[in-house]
């Protein structure tokens, strides 16, 4: 969906709930997650890259999802008084949307053992994999250590331009 349709229809939907001038509205570029609920700034985020991908049906149910966590308050995250006001705004009273498309990792990186990791931003540090070091350790019958380990390293490719590090 297009971002200006996107803003509109955020928008609109703000001005039908009550939400306008207590409330603002602004994208994000998370690639994770859809939408946030600010309730320090009152503002309602939604994710440009995703809502680039998203069906304009799931659009609206993101923004719907985000307008009934301003309207029900901070404390009441996914429970009851959430549930009930996101049914009575119009949206599915559940957590996440399903069979929605993703945002690729810029950065793909894998272990000696074929184990894949996604990072969104450049890696800085060497890492290693976890799953390998932790079967390696449970093998020994001792605990993994959290520390980099240069037998279990990850080799990380940009996938984009094929660099490696």
Sequence with gaps: ??????????????????LVGEWSFDFDHARRRAGQCD?????????????????SEQVREVILHEI?????????HHDRVWRETAERIGAKPQTRLSN????????????????????????????SCMICARR????????PLRTYNRNFRIIWTNTKTGETL
């Design 1 to 18: 969906m297009e971002l200006g349709e996107v803003r509109a229809l955020a928008e609109g939907l703000l001005r039908e709930h009550g």
């Design 68 to 76: 009934a966590h301003a309207l029900a308050g901070a404390r009441h």
């Design 39 to 55: 309730f320090y700034r009152h503002r309602v985020t939604l994710s440009a890259p995703l809502m680039r991908l998203y069906q």
């Design 136 to 143: 390696a350790a449970e093998a020994k019958g001792s605990r």
């Design 100 to 127: 929605t498309p993703e945002v690729l990792p810029l950065w793909v990186g894998r272990c000696a053992a074929g184990h894949e990791f996604g990072r969104y931003r450049r890696p800085v540090a060497p890492a």
